[in-house]
Nanobody, 125 residues
Framework: VQLQASGGGLVQAGDSLRLSCVASGVPSRRLGMSWFRQAPGKEREFVSAIHWSGGSTIYSDSVKGRFTTSRDNAKNTVFLQMNSLKSEDTAVYYC???????????????????WGQGTQVTVSS
């Protein structure tokens, strides 16, 4: 499985961005997919995840209500719509994928064996 993330950029606080992650090598409909982020000097943290069926999503408390994750299995793509961005959202955002990851474990970075290269999101205040 190869993952290609895109859509990052430099925005102002309050703006929106939409990240995309395209999976290749295996139909994405089989994959649980997630977003993590890592800010400078900090550990990688969970942002959101979507079950392979697309029916269940989870979010970290820090983004809940502002970010929305969705998927288009026909395009092998998962999206992260980020609204009301804050300076503390500045980080490199990574998508991750894994077949068979169960809902209760989707927030766990160790559950994922496949990672994209990351896309930088910078929010200026």
């Amino acid at each position: 499985v190869q993952l290609q993330a895109s859509g990052g950029g430099l925005v102002q606080a309050g703006d929106s961005l939409r990240l995309s992650c395209v999976a290749s090598g295996v139909p994405s409909r089989r994959l649980g997919m997630s977003w993590f982020r890592q800010a400078p000097g900090k550990e990688r943290e969970f942002v959101s995840a979507i079950h392979w069926s697309g029916g269940s999503t989870i979010y970290s408390d820090s983004v809940k209500g502002r970010f929305t994750t969705s998927r288009d299995n026909a395009k092998n793509t998962v999206f992260l719509q980020m609204n009301s961005l804050k300076s503390e959202d500045t980080a490199v955002y990574y998508c991750a994928a894994q077949a068979g990851v169960i809902y209760s474990n989707m927030h766990n970075s160790r559950a994922y064996h496949h990672w994209g290269q990351g896309t930088q999101v910078t929010v200026s205040s």
